[in-house]
C-alpha cells in the first residue's frame, strides 16, 4: 500500500485503540460515555485542521463522526465486559492526556488523508485493503463499514 494508506490505517487503529484507555478513566471516575459538548469540539478542531491540511472541511463532518461512533461503541463493549469480568487494578490515563493524544491523531489522519486524495479518489481495492488492516478489539463489522464508507466522502479543499 502506498505510505498515506499505511499511515491512514495505522493511526486508524492507534485511535481506536485508546478508547479502551478512555473507557477505562470513564468506568473509574463514574462519567458517561457519550460527551456531546466534547464532540462538537473534536469537529471544530477536525474543520480547522482538515481546512489548513487542503481538505473541504465540512466534507469531514461524516468521517469524524462515524469515527467518534465507532469510539462510543467500543467503549460500551469494555464497560459491558468489564461488568461481567473486571479487568484488574489498571491505572488510568487521565483524560486529558488521552483526549490531547485524540487531537493528535485526528490531525495525523487528516493530513494522512490530503495526502492519499491528492493521488486520486479512494478506489475499491483501498477499501478492501484497510477493512484488512483495521482490526482492534471491540470494533464491529457495522461500524468498520461505516468509518470506511465516510471515507469516501471526503474532497480536496479548493
Ligand atoms: O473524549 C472522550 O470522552 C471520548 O470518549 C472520545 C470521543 C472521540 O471519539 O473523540 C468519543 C465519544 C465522546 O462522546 C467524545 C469523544
Do not use: C
Not at 492526556?97 to 489522519?109: F, P
Not at 486520486?120 to 482490526?135: H, K, R, V, Y
Amino acid at each position: 500500500a502506498p505510505p498515506s494508506l499505511d499511515s491512514l490505517s495505522t493511526v486508524l487503529n492507534q485511535r481506536m485503540l485508546l478508547m479502551k484507555e478512555v473507557a477505562t478513566w470513564k468506568a473509574e471516575h463514574h462519567l458517561p460515555v457519550e460527551d456531546l459538548p466534547r464532540e462538537q469540539a473534536v469537529l471544530k478542531e477536525a474543520r480547522e485542521k482538515a481546512a489548513a491540511a487542503g481538505l473541504a472541511p465540512q466534507s469531514v463532518d461524516p468521517f469524524m463522526h462515524a469515527l467518534m461512533n465507532a469510539g462510543k461503541a467500543i467503549q460500551y463493549r469494555y464497560l459491558a465486559d468489564w461488568q461481567s469480568s473486571p479487568d484488574g487494578a489498571h491505572h488510568a490515563v487521565d483524560l486529558a492526556v488521552l483526549r490531547q493524544q485524540i487531537i493528535a491523531l485526528d490531525s495525523q489522519l487528516l493530513q494522512a488523508l490530503h495526502q492519499r486524495l491528492q493521488a486520486g479518489a479512494f478506489a475499491d481495492e483501498d477499501i478492501m485493503w484497510l477493512s484488512a488492516q483495521l482490526n482492534v478489539p471491540n470494533l464491529s463489522a457495522e461500524d468498520k463499514k461505516a468509518v470506511l464508507a465516510s471515507l469516501r466522502l471526503i474532497r480536496l479543499g479548493t
